[in-house]
């Protein structure tokens, strides 16, 4: 039993940084319909930068808003020169860009920091939480840092004007542009924000999975999956379903079919999710108007 | 992007020959290269025939697949199980790995008949980056091998033909690639293929029509898979050797690039788009261990701002040009 409850909280640890991952794919998809298949790998990079600054002396929690600030600003940049010429292209253009950058960003990951496995530094202190034997300090504190990521979003989109005309340009561009908002910097914002929560997610796992170019790769998978699970255009939703999953993950993982098909679980699940309730637990169900 | 590739005015007879005059080329290679280009040529060509499965299934009837190497490891690893294992010919490894992949490609295909575009797209990565797990798996170990993956022998040349072992297999895979691509001809121009197009530019009005549009897209990625499978099969035996770590997400994405520069929807542009990922990466490989990477990502991006129809595009468009300007001469 108790080594039960140890595994359903590990999942729910790596579920917070799945249920953040899985938020700045929903924050990108709730604005302009697209599957951003290279968050994975912007966080990534956004993580050897935090490593960078560490190495360089500053203190973790200097390098790590200095790494959201950097990730914020270059996400945004990227909506405004790759992704916004993009707008009306067709699906496949889309998904084609997203692979390319998903690449480079690999590529110059590789090449920048090299691809050998580093160590990366956890704020939190190696020792079991308060001395209980069921969580470490790490654990606790990503789900910390998850928990408080959501709560600021919601504080910002529910509660400050500037929250409210992103939801607006998000759920009706043409309306909002009418009614004076400038869309575009919306979006750019919507996909700063994206980063940012991207960045964090990577932050919190590298102490777990270590530092390399690849790290990344199976952590989308799940927030793929949690996202899907959750319903793809509901914030909540991403939440909830990336701490299903990962609750789902170590469990399955554990008792069923054994770690080195963990992913493979992933894979299902989408699977699963897509056929049985393409919305998504929490997703509003789409209707195609002919 | 995807209207332009799909019907260049051309008449089937200049491209008959055409295709007869690359293929004597192709076959005279044999005699003028030896060794390890020989073996680089292989597999162009194994590379070209599952390329031409992906368009298949993205570019004439608009499913993405980002996940097709792993019908390329199922083809792979068919055939390095059938003829390590169970010691059968090669020549019948090749249909026999075509026939799993068909079935293996129609039974993802008819869950996938749920997924429209993206998510299939998203479905599909999932897919490419899950598959060497997969192959890894331990209870399959005694067929697969592991992650030690199986070492297997090329053939010789029969009926004592004096060719070495590479300029009998490049021969074989000439034939096998030939045979496919008249195959895929065949269909895209067929009703069949005309279906296909109609799903991937209007799946409602393509329905309403009557065409059965389940039928013809699990079908559709059960023929891709058919095609790539082969291609994966023709690259075991050129290699000698089937591991998990060949069929990477990596492998996945190439055959996206692949695709991309030769052309979406594009029957030929798959021998150009074959080329360029064989070679570009180990041209990279000079820079950085990571250059590759990045040379697809920027490729990708490039050709979907500046030439979204990739090479074969670039053709129909110079072709194009020059009957422009010779119309204005003669008027």
């Known amino acids: 039993m108790e080594s039960f409850i140890q595994q359903l909280v590990a999942g729910l640890a790596t579920g917070s940084i799945y249920a953040s991952l899985a938020l700045a794919l929903v924050m990108i998809y709730q604005a302009t319909h697209q599957v951003n298949f290279a968050q994975g790998e912007m966080a990534m990079f956004s993580t050897f930068i935090a490593w960078t600054l560490i190495q360089f002396g500053l203190p973790y929690w200097v390098a ?96 400050t004007t500037l929250g409210l005309t992103m939801r607006a340009a998000a759920q009706n561009p043409g309306s909002s542009r009418l009614l004076g908002v400038n869309v575009g910097r919306m979006l750019m914002l919507g996909w700063g924000l994206a980063g940012a929560i991207g960045a964090a997610a990577g932050m919190m796992v590298a102490p777990v999975v270590f530092l390399d170019p690849g790290m990344m790769m199976g952590v989308l998978i799940y927030a793929f999956a949690g996202a899907l699970l959750g319903g793809i255009d509901n914030p909540v939703g991403a939440i909830v379903g990336g701490f299903l999953v990962g609750v789902l993950e170590n469990l399955i993982g554990t008792y069923v079919v054994g770690t080195e098909l963990k992913l493979s679980v992933a894979l299902v699940l989408i699977v699963a999710v897509l056929i049985v309730r393409p919305a998504g637990l929490l997703g509003r169900r789409i209707v195609q108007r002919v | 992007m995807r209207t332009k590739s799909s019907s260049a005015p051309r008449s089937s007879r200049t491209e008959i020959l055409l ?35 992906l368009n298949l299934l993205t570019g004439y009837n608009g499913q993405i697949s980002l996940g097709h190497g792993a019908f390329y490891a199922i083809g ?9 294992r169970v010691g059968a010919s090669y020549w019948a490894c090749v249909p026999a790995s075509g026939l799993v992949c068909l079935v293996a490609g129609y039974a993802f295909g008819m869950p996938a008949l ?29 067929w697969t091998g592991g992650v030690g993956g199986i070492v297997l022998t090329k053939p010789s040349a029969p009926f004592g033909l004096s060719l070495s072992d590479d300029q009998w297999f490049y021969l074989f895979s000439l034939v096998v690639t030939a045979f496919m691509f008249v195959i895929a001809r065949n269909l895209i121009r067929s009703g069949t293929g005309r279906a296909m197009r109609a799903i991937r530019d209007h799946g409602i009005a ?32 050129s290699i000698q050797f089937v591991s998990p770590d060949s069929f990477t997400m990596f492998l996945s ?79």
């Open chain 1, 64 to 159: 790590f808003f200095a790494t959201i600030a950097f990730s914020f600003v270059t996400a945004g940049v990227i909506e405004f020169v790759v992704i916004r010429p993009l707008h009306k292209a067709a699906e496949l253009s889309v998904v084609v860009v997203f692979i390319g950058l998903l690449m480079i960003y690999h590529s110059a990951a590789g090449w920048l920091f090299g691809s050998s496995i580093k160590e990366f530094p956890s704020p939190f202190s190696k020792d079991a939480w308060y001395g209980g034997q069921l969580m470490s300090s790490h654990q606790v504190g990503s789900i910390f840092v998850a928990l408080c990521m959501v709560a600021v979003l919601f504080t910002f989109f529910r509660f």
């Open chain 2, 19 to 53: 295709a007869l005059s690359i293929l004597v080329c192709a076959f005279m290679l044999t005699f003028f290269v030896k060794g390890y280009v020989l073996f680089q040529a292989s597999m162009v060509l194994s590379y070209a025939i599952a390329l031409v499965g």
């Open chain 2, 76 to 84: 792979a690893y068919t055939t390095g199980i059938l003829m390590d």
């Open chain 2, 114 to 142: 749920k997924l429209q575009g993206l998510y299939l797209a998203l479905a599909t990565f999932a897919l490419g980056v899950v598959t060497p797990q997969l192959l890894k798996y331990k209870y399959l170990e005694s």
């Open chain 2, 206 to 237: 393509a329905e309403s029509m009557g065409i059965d549009n389940s039928h013809y897209k699990s079908m559709t990625f059960g023929v891709s898979a058919a095609f790539t499978g082969v291609g994966g099969a023709l690259s075991a035996i």
């Open chain 2, 253 to 331: 994405i190439s055959l996206l690039v692949g695709m991309v520069v030769g052309g979406v929807g594009t029957l030929w542009g798959s021998i150009f788009g074959a080329a360029f990922i064989m070679f570009v990466p180990g041209l990279a490989e000079g820079i950085s261990k990571d250059a590759a990477w990045g040379i697809y990502g920027l490729v990708l991006i490039l050709f979907m701002f500046v030439m979204p129809g990739g090479v074969m595009g670039l053709i129909a468009r110079a072709q194009t040009a020059f009957h422009k300007s010779r119309n204005k001469g003669t008027a």
